[in-house]
């Protein structure tokens, strides 16, 4: 685990020292758009226009940042439009590599080993951190983003000339409802899990855990009384909170000590997860050997000897109640 410092690759931990032991994720820095027209767009200066086979997206199977990119990927069935490169599960002192073996594909366009080189592909004096997803374009050779929940919005729209333009995660009129519900799963869960699992002290840990499990309480209620988390519609909001359900019990349990309760053992939140891993095509981009081998293995801190555990069983396959709400 490591950064680029001018452009230079530098294997270091997460500071947590000025910070109270609490980690702070730090703010995506590629933060442009893809759009129909080409035209730049959220106060930046550079467009991007959608095009067939233009763009590239560089995941791990195992992030739950990079596997909202792939769901929208499936679902809105741009997988001959948008290509792929996956990275190996491990992420050690070289960050992640291309090591192209167990289901990691390697640098599909550049044969690189490392993706640190392709962040200096795109600025040979970056300087920040190397994370997955990134939205490459192929034809200026650079870094569109590397700020997921901009991506999915990408991909909600802008290829729908190629793409199925009748599903809509983003609808107009739920916007402000998204947002909201966002406002309270991405602190408090999506990155909750990492703030209690990253802690280095035990205020740290203890905080990030009340805000995690009060939230998860309240998206229980939320979800005794709807299908999804905006009434019946399926929205992106649902997608942001699945990748990081689907990885609770395997791995935030345990590995990031997320513990008070599993999500097997909220009723509605339970058989949530079953309906959404069981839309067609979501199976397909969650891979529990990525996932668990990827956590235990890499985070040395947390987990020295980098034995990933056997289990849980899980079941997603299993069927749901869900179904009595109807959908939108
Ligand atoms: N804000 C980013 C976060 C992405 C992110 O942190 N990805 C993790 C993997 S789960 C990563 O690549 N971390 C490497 C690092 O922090 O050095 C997004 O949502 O796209």
């Known amino acids: 685990m490591g950064l680029l410092v001018d452009g230079k690759w530098v294997d270091r931990w997460y ?8 980690f702070v994720r730090q703010d995506a ?3 442009d758009w ?4 080409g035209e730049a767009t959220g106060g930046r200066e550079r467009g991007f226009r959608a095009q067939p086979g233009r ?12 596997h909202r990119t792939l769901i929208y990927r499936k679902l809105k069935k741009l997988e001959d439009v948008i290509s792929v490169s996956v990275v190996h599960f491990h992420m050690g002192e070289d960050g992640w590599t291309f090591l192209a073996e167990d289901g990691a594909t390697g640098d599909t366009l550049y044969g690189s080993g490392f993706l640190h080189q392709i962040y200096t ?36 729209t802008a290829f729908d000339e190629w793409g199925d333009a009748s599903l809509d995660f983003y609808p107009e009129a739920l916007r402000a409802e998204i947002d909201a519900v966002n406002a309270l799963v ?6 909750g899990v990492y703030r209690a699992g990253f802690a280095t002290t035990q205020d740290a840990y203890a905080e990030a855990f009340g805000d995690l499990f009060s939230a998860l309480d309240q998206i229980e209620g939320r979800l005794s009384a709807q299908r ?8 992106e909001a649902d997608w942001r909170l699945f990748t990081t359900l689907v990885r609770f019990d395997p791995v935030y349990v345990g590995h990031f000590k997320c513990n008070l309760r599993r999500i097997a053992d909220y009723p509605n939140l339970s058989n949530y997860l079953r309906d959404l891993y069981q839309v067609p095509g979501v199976a397909e981009t969650v891979d529990f050997h990525h996932i668990k081998s990827h956590y235990y ?22 069927a749901h109640d869900r179904a009595r709400f109807g959908t939108a």
Request: with cysteine; charged share 15%; hydrophobic share 35%.
């Open 29 to 31: 820095v590629w933060r």
């Open 228 to 235: 999804y988390l905006v009434g019946n519609a399926l929205t």
């Open 186 to 191: 991405y602190p408090a869960i999506n990155n």
């Open 34 to 37: 893809v759009t129909v027209d």
């Open 15 to 22: 500071d947590t020292k000025t910070s109270g032991g609490r």
């Open 297 to 318: 293995g890499s985070h040395k801190t947390i987990n020295p000897t980098g034995v990933v555990p056997i289990g849980p069983e899980m079941h997603l396959e299993a």
């Open 121 to 156: 592909r795109a600025d040979p004096a970056y300087s920040g951190r190397v994370t997955v997803p990134v939205l490459w374009d192929k034809q200026e050779q650079t870094i569109v983003s590397n700020e997921s929940s901009e991506i999915i919005r990408m991909l909600n």
């Open 55 to 66: 763009y590239h997206l560089y995941v791990s199977l195992a992030c739950p940042w990079a």
